[in-house]
């Protein structure tokens, strides 16, 4: 069964660290998602990327997110400096998808929970 | 833009008794729907999807959704819930011309014996 898998699973840090989350899309799949979820929010959409390049980032905040594609395997999500705020389950997902093609199912990472102190 | 709306946040149901999960959408284009599920600690797997054609849309593990035009719905229902279908339900909607899906807030169904 091939599967998005997401690490660490799980991480703690300080406010102020820097921290990095790693995706590995399904291999094939051209489109890669980044989650938040959190109580108050659910579940938003910070940016994506087709063929490794950026398309959307705009529910991502700039000035502290950053999220790149360096090879067609992984995707990274970096938090630099983190805040107390940004304690929430990340979620990737991956899918095959077309320009302008909601229709394609979105297949899940099982997240990173992040807590920040 | 589009918006999802679940009406009830949690959902409390024993056994083998049926249940229906709410979720209402707008929109101003056409739209596909899609409910996923999230068990604890999990990340999200599909249900079931309406994309065209026929409004009731059958699912895994015995689910189903009427898709509703002119309400704007796409409730989700099962005629006999197991203890094992306690999770987390998520109603999405995709809108022709963009690649981005809206979640709703989620909605906790607990199956008590």
């Known amino acids: 069964d091939a599967r998005v898998t997401q690490t660490p699973r799980h991480k703690v840090t300080e406010m102020g660290q820097e921290v990095t989350m790693r995706c590995q899309p399904i291999?094939?799949?051209?489109?890669v998602f980044w989650y938040r979820q959190t109580m108050m929010q659910g579940l938003e959409l910070l940016a994506y990327?087709?063929?490794?390049?950026?398309?959307?980032d705009s529910g991502m905040p700039k000035d502290r997110f950053s999220a790149e594609m360096p090879d067609a395997t992984l995707a990274t999500l970096k938090i630099q400096p983190s805040e107390p705020r940004d304690s929430a389950v990340y979620f990737c997902?991956?899918?095959?998808?077309?320009?302008?093609?909601?229709?394609?199912?979105?297949?899940f990472g099982p997240g990173t929970r992040l807590l920040v102190l | 833009a589009q918006s999802v709306t679940q009406l009830d946040s949690q959902v409390p149901v024993f056994e083998e008794a049926p249940v229906e999960l709410r979720c209402n959408y707008s929109?101003?284009?056409?739209?596909?729907l899609f409910w996923y599920v999230q068990y604890p600690n999990q990340g999200l797997q599909l249900l079931l999807k309406?994309?065209?054609?026929?409004?009731l849309v059958k699912g895994i593990n015995g689910f189903e959704a009427e898709f509703n035009k002119s309400q704007t719905s796409f409730h989700l229902r099962k005629p006999s819930v197991h203890i094992s279908d306690t999770a987390e339900y998520f109603c999405?909607?995709?809108?022709?011309?963009?690649?981005?899906?809206?979640f709703g807030k989620g909605t906790k169904l607990t199956v008590n014996p």
């Open positions: 990327f087709r063929n490794r390049a950026p398309l959307d």
């Open positions: 309406y994309l065209s054609g026929s409004t």
């Open positions: 999405a909607v995709g809108e022709e011309g963009s690649e981005k899906l809206v």
């Open positions: 997902a991956s899918g095959l998808v077309r320009a302008g093609g909601a229709r394609e199912t979105q297949y």
């Open positions: 929109s101003s284009v056409s739209v596909y």
């Open positions: 291999l094939g799949h051209n489109t």
